[in-house]
């Protein structure tokens, strides 16, 4: 049900997803209780159906469930739990809570540094996502190192030529006609 509804959310079906996950929460809850790791994944789904749908306050409280739930279960380092991290950040952001949110992505990339390396795709994400609020934030000169780190950290993973390394190469170079060089 997780995934169908997941599926669903990819394909616009946003009610139909959440009205599915819903049920597959419900389900989880019953039969592994309310903190079992299975149950905090399609919290963590339900949670991400509501965000596409502008939900973000339902969201926001959900992503908290399953951040507080993973950290109990499986430690405040583990990837399931930075995946939390920054995944309530993201929500936090499109709310307009930048401080709490610039607080929680640099807690999502420490993490994912120490956990999964610097190169790791989960960190590169980390990267990105924290430039993008630095530079809606002002703080220029952070945010430019930390595009041109993804633009470097893609290339080494990917080659030059792949999709996500001229995504972020247009990144780069949007930030640097606004803003002028990377020092």
């Known amino acids: 049900m997780n995934n169908l509804a997941l599926l669903l959310r990819q394909q616009g079906k946003l009610e139909e997803a959440e009205e599915l996950q819903r049920k597959a929460l419900a389900g989880f809850e019953a039969q592994l209780g309310a903190s079992h790791p299975n149950t905090l994944i399609s919290v963590n789904v339900l949670a991400m159906i509501l965000e596409s749908q502008g939900k973000l306050e339902e969201a926001e409280g959900l992503y908290h469930r399953s951040l507080e739930g993973r950290e109990s279960q499986l430690g405040a380092q583990h990837p399931d739990t930075l995946l939390s991290v920054h995944n309530l950040a993201f929500v936090l952001k499109q709310q307009g809570k930048l401080e709490e949110a610039e ?81």
Do not use: K, W
Not at 122 to 144: F, H, K, M, Q, Y
């Open 103 to 183: 607080e929680l992505y640099r807690t999502a990339l420490s993490g994912r540094e120490g956990q999964l390396g610097p190169e790791h795709p989960d960190t590169l994400s980390s990267v990105r996502n924290l430039a993008i609020l630095l530079e809606e934030r002002g703080s220029v000169p952070e945010a430019g190192q930390l595009y041109l780190r993804e633009l470097r950290g893609l290339e080494e993973l990917h080659g030059p030529d792949a999709e996500e390394v001229r995504a972020s190469r247009r990144n780069l170079e949007r930030f640097q006609q606004e803003h002028g060089p990377v020092a």
